[in-house]
């Protein structure tokens, strides 16, 4: 109980109280049809009682050679009823207290419902500050046949930095300010996030191309793509270093974003092309500079394509 407490409370002592004077009035009854010595000291507190009903009934029973008298009975019914009475208004401030009791849950759950409009607007315009996103891609090659018998001598390292570099030109054609590295991997960065549907489009489509050249060379292409949205004043270097971790998760062959990424896709297209799945929370552990190691988990993201 909160708000009708005392009330509450008044109307169940009420009750109880009127339980005990019913009951000591049919006792008093007893008494009187005893009569015995110390009923005078008894009458001075259930007389006044009976005496004002009896102005206006009498009940009154002929029993031998007595008459026996009914009005302390009645008191006691008065009383039982009064009883009845405080149980009804106990049950209507019950009821008073749930309905109370419900409204304050509905007010919370609407103020809640608001606060959490008003932290979501401003998150999606905190969110919508991360205009750029970022790409770490990985080509890993491997012989598809025993090269000791194919006499295959390819420089793996040379084959990725002429594929990278292929990719970059390629890109650059239709999409002239992305920013490029290849530090023994390809690090894209573009600044425009409402053509990321078409640019990873065209991203994949390279790398399906040079897979497929690849095999004639009996080369078999593996990729990973980690993806991070980021802001224009955000560090290059703090980012790579981010989409790199997420790399040594090796998920093959999937394009894995972070949870800022998936935010701000979600934000930027409700119907875009690619849809984010959860894997899961993920942990990689770093050394601090006193030579102790702390562990950072963060969820990842699946990017697939949807289905028609």
């Known amino acids: 109980m909160e708000k009708f407490d005392r009330l509450y409370d008044f109307v169940n002592i009420m009750k109880v109280a009127c339980t005990f004077v019913a009951i000591l009035y049919v006792l008093y009854w007893f008494i009187c049809l005893s009569n015995i010595p110390f009923l005078e000291y008894i009458q001075l507190v259930f007389a006044p009682p009976v005496n004002l009903l009896k102005m206006f009934i009498k009940i009154e029973i002929p029993y031998a050679d007595t008459i026996i008298d009914m009005i302390p009975l009645l008191v006691s019914l008065i009383f039982a009823m009064l009883y009845f009475v405080f149980q009804y208004f106990s049950n209507v401030v019950e009821e008073k207290e749930r309905q109370y009791k419900l409204n304050v849950i509905a007010e919370r759950k609407l103020e809640e419902k608001l606060m959490n409009e008003s932290l979501k607007k401003v998150f ?61 991997k390809l690090f894209i960065v573009y600044n425009n996030f409402a053509l990321f549907d078409d640019f990873f489009t065209d991203l994949l489509k390279e790398v399906k191309e040079i897979s497929e050249a690849n095999i004639e060379k009996n080369l078999k292409t593996n990729f990973m793509i980690a993806i991070d949205a980021l802001k224009e004043t955000d560090k290059m270097s703090s980012v790579f270093d981010l989409l790199e971790k997420i790399c040594t998760f090796n998920y093959a062959n999937k394009a894995v974003s972070t949870a800022a990424f998936n935010i701000r896709y979600k934000i930027n297209s409700n119907a875009g092309k690619y849809l984010l799945e959860s894997l899961g929370i993920s942990r990689f552990f770093e050394k601090t500079p006193d030579n102790t190691q702390t562990s950072v988990d963060f969820e990842l993201f699946s990017l697939k394509t949807k289905r028609k």
């Open 124 to 184: 999606e315009n905190k969110t919508l500050e991360y205009t750029n996103f970022a790409i770490l891609l990985t080509l890993d090659f491997a012989a598809t046949i025993d090269p000791n018998i194919s006499n295959i001598k390819t420089n793996l390292k040379a084959v990725a930095a002429e594929n990278y570099t292929k990719i970059v030109n390629s890109m650059r054609k239709k999409y002239a300010n992305c920013k490029a590295i290849t530090p023994g």
